[in-house]
């Protein structure tokens, strides 16, 4: 059976793919391990990287006023990420490292059994949603992902580099906030 130790023991010795060449450390999530909310991005970044932690830069401030907004904080949700490890210059990561990563997210999820998951961007919402998934026009809609009610948003980043995206944003927390309330309150 796997297990929060054991499965974060596995990831941290990955080297299914070629980005645990270049990693100083494996991001496998922070939170609660009791969660209701899941929040899933595409991958670490550098700061991320070299502290072992997602969503720690400038776009992890942002994120963390994000959760403000929903009232709550990164001791009451879970944060991880489609890939565990950080693609070179921020690229991308490719469909083979999601691939290579991504029975590690599903166990992650197995084990927290959230109620809602959010997957921040267009990578994650791809992964998770449909493959299709286009962040511009389907951001804020709900869908079921094996009996879990899961949406995309705009990363934080993106919000960084083009903020006319946050009203929209901001009405799409709101909705999530409502949801997270009335599915805590079945």
């Given at each position: 059976m796997v297990t929060w130790e054991s499965l974060e023991q596995t990831c941290a010795n990955c080297s299914k793919c070629a980005l645990c060449q270049?990693?100083?450390?494996?991001?496998?999530?922070?939170?609660?391990?009791?969660?209701?909310?899941?929040?899933?991005?595409?991958?670490?970044?550098e700061q991320e990287?070299?502290?072992?932690?997602?969503?720690?830069?400038?776009?992890?401030?942002?994120?963390?006023?994000?959760?403000s907004i929903i009232d709550i904080d990164r001791t009451s949700c879970y944060i991880a990420n489609i890939v565990k490890c950080r693609p070179p210059h921020n690229r991308d990561p490719e469909d083979s490292e999601?691939?290579?990563?991504?029975?590690?997210?599903?166990?992650?999820?197995?084990?927290l059994r959230p109620k809602m998951i959010v997957c921040l961007g267009r990578i994650a919402a791809r992964r998770l949603i449909d493959s299709d998934f286009r962040i511009?026009?389907?951001?804020?809609?709900?869908?079921?992902?094996?009996?879990i009610w899961i949406t995309g948003?705009?990363?934080?980043?993106?919000?960084?580099?083009?903020?006319?995206k946050r009203p929209e944003t901001f009405v799409d927390l709101l909705m999530i906030r409502d949801k997270l309330h009335h599915l805590r309150n079945q």
């Open positions: 270049s990693r100083n450390n494996v991001v496998f999530g922070i939170g609660s391990k009791t969660a209701d909310i899941m929040f899933v991005g595409e991958g670490p970044g990287d070299l502290q072992g932690e997602p969503f720690v830069g400038a776009a992890g401030k942002l994120l963390d006023d994000m959760l999601q691939d290579a990563c991504i029975e590690y997210l599903h166990n992650q999820i197995l084990l511009t026009k389907e951001h804020g809609m709900w869908y079921q992902y094996n009996g948003l705009y990363h934080p980043s993106a919000l960084l580099r083009d903020p006319s």
